[in-house]
C-alpha cells in the first residue's frame, strides 16, 4: 500500500457508519492536536473516528511494508519538530546556527537530524575516501590519515553535550524570546564514537616543547581554535559517529573534534588538520569572537568552560498547561564540570526550592533528565530550576551574572531560566528583580 | 604482520584500555596507520599564521593602496565602501573607545587585539563565496587597507611578516587570557529564600515580537 494512501480514506465517524470524509488539511489538524498534546495526555477534540467504540482506519488497513522507507523518518504529523533558525539574526544562513526543538524532545540524546547547527562557511559535502587528517608542528612524526587508518585505531564512545556559548545570548539585557527552541536549543547531546585525541598525539609522538594544540576544519571557514595540550590529552575524542551511525554532514562529516564539556565552538567539525605548538595562535575565533567583554571594557578569552546550566522543558512558551491538576515539570540540566549533583526547582520565583529526581543515566559532560511532580492549582506561578554540579557550582540568577559580567559580553549566559505561567497555562519567558 | 608484532600490538592494546583516560601507553609510530606527511604536503596545509607573534606569516607585502583596489572587488559588497558594513555584514572600521558603552561596536579597530589575526582570517575564510583563494599579497595588501581605514597604520604602511606583527592594536593590553570563573558564588538556599513581595518580572518577551514561529514551515521574519 502506498503509505500516503490513507490519509485519503473515509473516516468512519461512528457505529451508525456515517462516513465523515477527513481530507488532508483536517488531517493535518489532526495530527497537530496530537503533537500539541502529547506530553499532557488530554484528548483531541475531534479524536472520535479513533478512539473507542470505533475502529480506526488504520486499523482496518494493511500499512506500508519493511523497507518502504529504507532509511525511517519520524511520523508525517510530526513534520513540525525541526531544527529552526531565527532569520533576522544573522546576514544569511551560511555563518549562522540552527536550534534544536528541545520542546518535543524527552530524553538525553539528541537524534541526528535534530542536533543544533552552527556553520561559519555553510555545510561542506565532502567524500570520505578522499579527506585527510594531518597531524604536524611539534611532533616527532608529522602524518596523513585517511578515514580507514582513522576507524583502524582503538575506539571509544562517549555519551556528551555540546553547547554554543551564545546560547541565551539574546538574553543578556532582557526576556526577549518567548521560546525554549531559541532561547535555549543550541544544546544537544550525542553518543560519539572515535579514537581519543591522545591516541593520535601519541602516535605522532609529542615533542616536550609542545604546549598547545591548532584544530582546524576542512570547511571554507577553515575554522580553527587553540587548545591546552593537557586537555587533548585528558578527554577529547576524534570522532567519526554519532549515535551509533556516521556523523551527520551538519556535525562534521567524515571527522569532528569532540571537546568534552567545552563550548561548541572549540568542537571543530571536518577536522583536517591538528598543529601542536609552544603558544597559541590567538586566531580570529578566540580574539574577536568567544572572547567575553566587561563592563569596565576588558575581555575575557579563552573561557571554554561550559558552566553547569539547566532549564525547564515543560511547560515551557511552546508547551503549555491544559487547566489545574497534576503535571510532571521536566527538564535538562548538564555542566561541563562533569556530573550534575543536584536540581531544584521553584514554583514561585524562587522563594522555595523542591529538589527534582535525577533520571540515570547521570553522565559527566551529558545532559541529565530531571523532573518533578506538580500540582497546578490554577494561580499565576513562576517556574526555575537550578542546578549544582559535582564541583559544587551553584547555577546563577540573570541578575548576578549582570553583576559580575554586564549585559554584553554575549557568551556564557547559564542563568536560570524563569517561566512566567498565566491562569490561562499559557507560558512565558521573563525575568525577575 | 609478523607474530611478534601482532603479540605486541595485543598487549599494547591492552595496556591502552587497562590504563584508562589519558593513557600514554604506546611509543610513536605504534600503529603504524597512515603515511608520513611530506614536507610539500604540510606546506600546502600549513596555513596558519599567530596572532600574538606572527609565526607562520608567509614572504609577500601588500600596500594601503593596493588594498583599496582588492577591497573594492573583493570586499566593499559585504562590508561596505569605507568598511562600514552593509545589512547584517559585519562592520571593519569604527567603534573606537565604545567598548564600555551600552552598545559597544566591536570592530578591527576597536577590538581586535593582534594584526596578524587579520591577515589569518583573511587568507583563510574570506572573501565568503570563495574563501583561501587569494594571493598572499593581496590578503597583506587588504590587512593594510583595514588597518589604515582604522587609523591604526598611515597611508604608506606595507603590511608583511616583519610589520604586522609590530602594530600595536589599541585593544591589545584589554585582554585577559585566563578564566576568571567562577565568578558569581550562590548559594542554593531551599526556603523563604527571598521576600515574595519583592519579586517583581522586569521584563518579558510577551508581545516584543520578535519569536519566529515553533510550529509549521519555517519562519523568514525580518527584524522589525
Known sequence: MRPNLWRSISLLSGRDGARAPLGRRSFLGLGAAFTGSFALGSTPANAEPASPPADAPWSQSI??????????????????????????????????????????????????????????????????????????????????????????????????FIECPANGGMEWRAAQINSLQFNHGMVSCAEWTGVRLSTLLEEVGIRKEAKWVMVEGADGAHMNRSLPLDKCLDDCLVVYAQNGEALRPEQGYPLRL????????????????IKLGDKPWFSREETS??????????????????????????????????????????????????????????????????????????????????????????????????????TGYVQPTIAELRKQRGTNSVYHNNSIQTWQVKPDGSVFDVQLT | MSSSRELSAVVGLA?????????????????GYGTKATPEQ????????????????????????????????????????????????????????????????????????????????INRAMPMPAPHTLSADDVYALTAYILNLNDIVPGEFVADRESLPKVKMPNRDNFLWTDPRPDTMAKPCMNACVDPAGIKIVSTAEGKNLTPRTTGPLDTMQAK
Open chain 1, 289 to 390: 569572537k568567544y572572547t567575553d567583554l566587561m563592563p569596565d571594557g576588558t575581555s575575557r578569552g579563552f573561557t571554554w568552560l561550559i558552566d553547569a546550566k539547566s532549564v525547564i522543558t515543560f511547560p515551557c512558551p511552546e508547551k503549555p498547561l491544559h487547566g489545574p491538576g497534576l503535571y510532571e515539570i521536566r527538564g535538562l540540566a548538564w555542566t561541563g564540570n562533569g556530573k550534575i549533583k543536584r536540581v531544584d526547582v521553584s514554583t514561585d520565583g524562587g522563594v522555595n526550592w523542591q529538589t527534582a529526581r535525577l533520571h540515570e543515566p547521570v553522565l559527566s559532560k551529558a545532559l541529565t533528565k530531571f523532573t518533578l511532580p506538580w500540582r497546578w492549582d490554577g494561580q499565576p506561578a513562576l517556574l526555575e530550576s537550578r542546578v549544582i554540579d559535582e
Open chain 2, 42 to 121: 604540510i606546506a600546502g596545509w600549513d596555513i596558519d599564521a599567530r596572532g600574538g607573534d606572527g609565526a607562520g606569516l608567509p614572504a609577500g607585502n601588500g600596500t594601503v593602496h593596493r588594498g583599496a583596489d582588492v577591497y573594492a572587488e573583493q570586499c566593499a559588497a559585504c562590508h561596505g565602501t569605507f568598511g562600514e558594513g552593509e545589512g547584517r555584514f559585519p562592520k571593519l572600521v569604527g567603534g573606537a573607545g565604545t567598548l564600555r558603552h551600552d552598545r559597544p561596536e566591536l570592530t578591527v579597530g576597536s577590538y581586535w587585539p593582534f594584526a596578524p589575526t587579520l591577515w589569518d582570517y
Open chain 2, 15 to 31: 595496556m591502552i584500555l587497562a590504563a584508562g583516560t589519558g593513557a600514554r601507553g604506546a611509543e610513536p609510530g605504534y600503529f
Open chain 1, 258 to 273: 569532540v571537546v568534552p564539556g567545552w563550548e561548541g565552538n572549540v568542537n571543530i567539525k571536518w577536522l583536517r588538520r
Open chain 1, 63 to 160: 500499512g506500508a511494508g519493511v523497507v518502504d522507507r529504507p532509511y525511517g523518518r519520524p511520523a508525517d504529523t510530526e513534520a513540525g519538530v525541526i531544527r529552526r533558525n531565527v532569520p533576522w539574526l544573522t546576514a544569511g544562513t551560511e555563518s549562522s546556527v540552527s536550534f534544536s526543538p528541545l520542546q518535543d524532545l524527552h530524553g538525553i540524546i539528541t537524534p541526528n537530524g535534530l542536533f543544533f547547527e552552527r556553520h561559519h562557511a555553510g555545510r561542506p559535502d565532502i567524500d570520505p575516501d578522499q579527506h585527510r587528517l594531518m597531524i604536524h608542528g611539534l611532533v616527532e612524526r608529522p602524518l596523513v590519515l585517511t578515514m580507514k587508518d582513522i576507524v583502524r585505531f582503538p575506539s571509544t564512545s562517549r555519551i556528551h
